[in-house]
């Protein structure tokens, strides 16, 4: 008999028809005789719709409230999991995130889990219920319904998991597992068996979007293993494990993506202390993300910065950039969203050489121009123009021989 905990992702109870389906396959691995705790995210698109209902009451969106309401996709959900297995006969009880003992800060809208008090689901268990939790949610110190991010439906799946220290934690979602590159855009694209947690996280938030990246930090922290495989087949999924876990010798694991990035260039930045700190202080305060930097060499006393953000910001960053180039004293910005980041990723860079030359030497050979660069222990991204993007994705998979990986 294991403890399994199971997440269920939105399109995997996007419709009546579909929460049958994983009902079905949750009273099998029941009567196989494991105790299951059930994670669900909200049906299909439904946390959208949610916001976009918010945002007809007019401007102003007070986050405590936005978490009340976008908690109910969840519970909708999970309340409906648990009334379908009851009508198969496998009797399951649902929960809201609060009453599933998921404590967090206060931080609505993106809480962070701080403390999770697993006596009330573990009682269940031992009744012989399946557990149904409501993905997403937690309650803070004041009593009040907070949600966990978007995606966050992962991170309640690893919490749970961790603090009854189950036996397998397995994601269930709408594609086989992880791939070497997004299978859209490569059809050669191969299933990864293993991945470790540092590439995961890499490829997470790269764009390779299978999980949430915060999900696979939490697991890294407590290193519960987690399964991430598909709700619609019985194929194998990957495993995401420490990397010390893992056989065989690999240098490049993956290609992710990121369509997602918008860059800017700021001219003649006079050249002093403080003129960076002041620049991404001010786009910190309006809560945009700043990815890759690069400042140029100097000349004259004055340098060149260049660097991107996601693109969805872009419209609110326009207007602060702007006013810091007057603030500067630079003679003038540039900006656009047809830039895109291709991102090699693998735990074997750390003992290999050369690995960033072979980047740059295959985009070179497919005449695909690099505007910027960085790199990490364990990854090397490069922007470039969005039109290209594929051909990128494609030219770096052929590269390191990623059809061929085990
Ligand atoms: N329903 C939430 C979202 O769409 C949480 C989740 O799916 O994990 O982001
Ligand atoms: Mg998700």
Redesign the pocket.
């Known amino acids: 008999m294991s403890l399994i905990v199971a997440k269920f ?2 399109s995997s109870v996007a419709s009546l028809e579909k929460i049958k389906d994983i009902a079905r396959r949750i009273k099998q691995m029941k009567e196989e005789g494991n105790q299951l705790v059930v994670v669900v ?2 049906m299909g698109d ?3 719709e949610l916001i976009e209902l918010a945002h007809a009451t007019g401007p102003n969106l007070c986050t405590r409230e936005m978490d009340m309401l ?1 908690a109910t ?2 519970q909708q959900s999970a309340a409906l999991l648990a009334l379908t297995l009851y009508n198969m006969d496998c009797p399951a009880r649902s929960f809201t995130g609060w009453q599933a003992g998921i404590h967090s800060n206060s931080n609505y809208s993106k809480a962070k889990i701080d403390d999770v008090d697993a006596q009330r689901i573990s009682s269940e268990l031992e009744q012989g219920f399946v557990v149904v939790v409501a ?2 949610q937690g309650i803070s110190p004041e009593g009040d319904i907070t ?8 991170t ?1 799946a690893v919490a749970l998991a961790d603090s009854i220290k189950a036996d397998r934690c397995m994601i269930f979602t709408d594609v086989d597992g992880v791939f070497t590159a997004d299978p859209r855009v490569v059809s050669e694209a191969r299933k990864l068996s293993m991945v470790s947690y540092g590439e995961m996280l890499e490829m997470a938030s790269l764009g390779a979007g299978v999980m ?1 990246p915060r999900a696979v930090e939490y697991a890294m922290q407590c290193q519960m293993e987690i399964e991430v495989r598909s709700s619609f087949n019985q194929h194998p999924g990957t495993i995401i494990t420490e990397g010390k876990n893992m056989e065989g010798h690999r240098v490049v694991t993956g290609v992710a993506h990121d369509l997602n990035c918008a860059r800017f260039a700021i001219f003649d930045v006079p050249d002093r202390p403080g003129i960076a700190r002041e620049l991404f202080k001010q786009l910190a305060q309006e809560g945009i993300n700043v990815d890759m930097v690069i400042q140029s060499a100097m000349r004259d006393h004055r340098n060149d910065i260049a660097f991107t953000i996601e693109e969805n910001d872009l419209e609110r960053a326009i207007p602060v950039v702007d006013r810091l180039v007057k603030t500067l004293g630079a003679s003038g910005m540039s900006y656009g969203n047809s830039v895109a980041k291709v991102s090699i990723v693998g735990a074997g860079m750390q003992s290999n050489t050369g690995v960033a030359a072979d980047m740059f030497e295959a985009l070179a050979e497919e005449n695909i121009n690099i505007h910027m660069i960085s790199t990490s222990e364990i990854k090397v991204s490069c922007v470039v123009d969005e039109d290209r993007i594929q051909d990128a994705v494609r030219v770096l998979h052929k590269k390191f021989n990623l059809d061929r990986i085990e």
Not at 147 to 154: A, F, I
């Open positions: 992702g939105g995210s909200a439904t946390t959208d976008l996709g969840e993905g997403f949600t966990l991010g978007r995606g966050g439906s992962d309640s949430q």
